[in-house]
C-alpha cells in the first residue's frame, strides 16, 4: 500500500491548481464514446431501425476490426478469399492497437507491446516472419534487434530513488526477500505441474490449473502465507497491467499465468536466471500500431471505418449485417455467405439478431476493465531523480496508474530530447499492495471515466508523476487522453474450472491452412463465426489473434 508520506504529498501537489499548467493543451481523443453509447442508447429503446438505403453484397464480412478482425481479414487472404468487407466502428481499425502523433512523434493509444511468442503461438511466430520481424539465422530464430526493446528497459521509482527493475528490493528485509524466492518457487512448481501455455484458447487444463481457475489470486497468496507488502504491490501492478484489475478480482490462474506462461519469477541477486525476465519484448514508438496497421494495409478499400454495426442475422442463405454509416447517417445492409462476428461479447450479445443462448450468457458473465491512455507531449526532457537511467518502461511504487513509457525509447537519437510519454491507468484499481477494489470498483470507474473532464485527469497525472519528475508540468505543452469504458476482459475466477468462455455444442475445432497449427475452437452459429480475445476470458494479443486466425480461415 502506498505509505502515509507518498499519499500525502500526491493528494497536496494534485490539489495545486495555478497557472502551471495554464500552457498545456489537450483533451479526450482516440475513441468516439458517443458511437458505442448511440447504439447502447438505441437498442434499449426499442426502436426500429430505418430500413436499409443500400444493399451490398460481398463474400464474407467481418464485424469488427480489432486484432481479431484483422488476423481474420489476412487469414481469408491467406487462402485467396478478395471478396470480404471488413466494418469497424471507430475511425481507423486496429481496436485496442491504435496509435497517434504528437509533435510528430508516434505513440501509442493504447497496447505497447508484444512478448516474443513461445511455440503455443505459431500463428503469430508466423505473422512476424512474414512482417520481417522473424528470420531462421544458422538454424536459430532471430527477431529484428530494432523492434526488440532496448535497454534500459525497465525502472521503479521507489523510496525516493530509481532502481533498475520493477520489482522493489532497495532497502527491503530479509523477509521480504524470503517472500520473494517463496513465491518464485510457486511458480516454477506450477510451471512443473502443467502446461502454461499462450495463446490459452480452451485448451484443457490441469486438475491444479481449475483449482486455480475458481479462486481469487489473493486468496491464494493469503493460502500460502504471502502478505508481505512489497510483493503484494508488484503482483498487484502485473495483475494491472496485463488484465485491467487487481489481486481482488483476477483469478489466481490468472496471476500465476503472467509469469508461468512467459517467464516465470525470479528475483534479481539471487537467481542466476533473473536476467531472463525482462527480455524477449517487441515494441515500437506507436506501440501495437505497429502491427494492427500492417495487418490492415493489405485490405485496403475493403476496410470500411464509422461503420456501427446495429444487427447480425443469420439467414437460410448466409448472412445480413446492417450498418450506420457515421459519415452519411444512413443505414446499410451488407448481405454475404457467412460473417466473423469480431465484436466484444457485451456488442455481440447485443447486436446478434435472437442472439443464441451460449453468446448470451458469454456476455453476462464477462468482466470488463475500463482504462485511460494519456499521451503527454514534452519539448524538453525531464530532469530525473537519483538511481538507475530513464527506461523504457517507468513505474511509480503505490501510485494508482502503471507507469508511463518513452515513445522516443526505440530511437538511435543520440541525446535526449522532445518526447511523448505515454501514462496508463486501469480505472477502478486502487494500487494498493493489497488489491482491493473488485468489480463495482471497476464499475464506478467506467462511470468516472465518462463523467470527469479531461481537466481533472490532466492534474492527477501530473501530480503523480512530479513525484519523480518535479519540472514535468513545465515542460509538458500537450495532454491527449483516450478513454476505453470496456477496454479488455477481466480473468475473473470461474467455479466450471475452465478459462473459455464457449461451451462444446457451439464449438467447431478449427484445423488452421497449415497442419503445423494447432485446433483452434472456433465458436459458431449458423453462418457466424465469433472471434474475439473475451472468448478465452482474458484479452491479449496471442489470443485474439489466434481466434481470429482460425474464425477467418474457416471454410465452409
Not at 255 to 271: E, I, K, Q, W
Not at 276 to 289: F, K
Request: glycine share 10%; charged share 20%; with cysteine.
Amino acid at each position: 500500500m502506498a505509505s502515509a508520506g507518498l499519499a500525502a504529498a500526491w493528494v497536496g501537489t494534485a490539489c495545486q491548481q495555478s497557472d502551471a499548467v495554464a500552457h498545456i493543451s489537450g483533451g479526450f481523443t482516440g475513441s468516439d464514446l458517443a458511437r458505442g453509447h448511440g447504439l447502447r442508447d438505441a437498442l434499449r429503446s426499442g426502436k426500429p431501425w430505418p430500413a436499409p438505403s443500400r444493399i451490398v453484397r460481398t463474400d464474407v464480412v467481418i464485424a469488427g476490426g480489432g486484432i481479431a478482425g484483422l488476423a481474420a481479414a489476412r487469414a481469408l487472404r491467406q487462402q485467396g478469399v478478395e471478396d470480404f468487407a471488413l466494418l469497424e466502428l471507430e475511425d481507423t481499425a486496429g481496436g485496442n492497437s491504435r496509435a497517434a502523433v504528437l509533435g510528430g512523434m508516434a505513440c501509442p493509444q493504447g497496447a505497447h507491446y508484444l512478448p516474443v511468442p513461445g511455440p503455443g503461438a505459431p500463428e503469430v511466430q508466423d505473422l512476424l516472419e512474414e512482417l520481417g520481424l522473424r528470420q531462421r539465422v544458422a538454424g536459430r530464430w532471430q527477431y529484428d534487434e530494432r523492434s526488440l526493446c532496448h535497454s534500459p528497459q525497465e525502472r521503479l521509482f521507489f523510496q525516493g530513488h530509481w532502481q533498475e527493475g520493477l520489482l522493489p528490493l532497495q532497502g527491503v528485509t530479509a523477509a521480504t526477500l524470503a517472500q520473494y524466492r517463496r513465491f518464485a518457487e510457486l511458480v516454477e512448481r506450477a510451471r512443473s505441474a502443467a502446461q502454461w501455455l499462450l495463446p490459452m484458447q480452451n485448451r484443457p487444463m490441469a486438475q491444479v490449473q481449475s483449482a486455480l481457475v475458481a479462486i481469487t489470486f489473493i486468496a491464494y497468496l493469503n493460502q500460502n502465507g504471502l502478505t508481505d507488502p512489497h510483493l503484494r504491490w508488484y503482483l498487484d501492478y502485473c495483475c494491472r497491467d496485463d488484465y485491467g484489475a487487481g489481486l481482488d478480482t483476477v483469478s489466481a490462474w490468472a496471476g500465476l499465468h503472467y509469469f508461468a506462461s512467459r517467464h516465470g519469477f525470479h528475483v534479481p541477486g539471487h537467481d542466476a536466471a533473473d536476467a531472463t525476465e525482462r527480455e524477449g519484448v517487441l515494441t515500437w514508438p506507436e506501440g501495437n500500431a505497429w502491427l494492427s496497421r500492417r495487418l490492415a494495409e493489405p485490405c485496403g478499400a475493403r476496410v470500411h471505418t464509422g461503420r456501427v454495426v446495429v444487427r447480425i442475422a443469420n439467414t437460410r442463405t448466409g448472412v445480413e449485417v446492417d450498418a450506420l454509416d457515421t459519415a452519411s447517417q444512413t443505414l446499410e445492409r451488407w448481405v454475404a455467405r457467412r460473417a466473423v462476428v469480431a465484436l466484444p461479447l457485451l456488442v455481440a450479445a447485443r447486436v446478434v439478431h435472437t442472439t443464441p443462448d451460449f453468446v448470451r450468457e458469454a456476455a453476462q458473465s464477462t468482466v470488463y476493465a475500463p482504462w485511460l491512455v494519456a499521451n503527454l507531449q514534452l519539448a524538453q526532457p525531464l530532469n530525473d531523480r537519483p538511481g538507475a537511467a530513464p527506461a523504457w518502461d517507468n513505474v511509480l511504487y503505490g501510485t494508482a496508474s502503471l507507469g508511463y513509457v518513452d515513445a522516443m525509447h526505440q530511437s538511435l537519437h543520440p541525446a535526449p530530447g522532445p518526447t511523448v510519454l505515454t501514462h496508463y491507468r486501469a480505472v477502478g484499481c486502487g494500487g494498493g499492495a493489497d488489491g482491493l477494489g473488485g468489480i463495482g470498483a471497476l464499475t464506478a470507474g467506467r462511470q468516472q471515466l465518462w463523467e470527469r473532464p479531461w481537466t481533472v485527469w490532466r492534474d492527477e497525472i501530473l501530480a503523480e508523476l512530479s513525484l519523480a519528475h518535479p519540472d514535468i508540468r513545465a515542460k509538458t505543452q500537450h495532454l491527449a487522453l483516450t478513454r476505453y469504458g470496456h477496454a479488455m476482459a477481466v480473468p475473473v475466477p470461474r467455479t466450471s474450472g475452465s478459462m473459455g468462455l464457449s461451451p462444446a455444442w457451439n464449438v467447431r475445432q478449427q484445423l488452421s491452412k497449415s497442419e503445423h497449427y494447432p485446433q483452434r475452437p472456433v465458436p459458431q452459429w449458423g453462418h457466424l463465426r465469433f472471434a474475439h480475445s473475451d472468448w478465452a476470458g482474458y484479452s491479449v494479443f496471442e489470443e485474439a489473434f489466434a481466434l481470429g486466425h482460425a474464425a477467418g480461415g474457416e471454410r465452409l
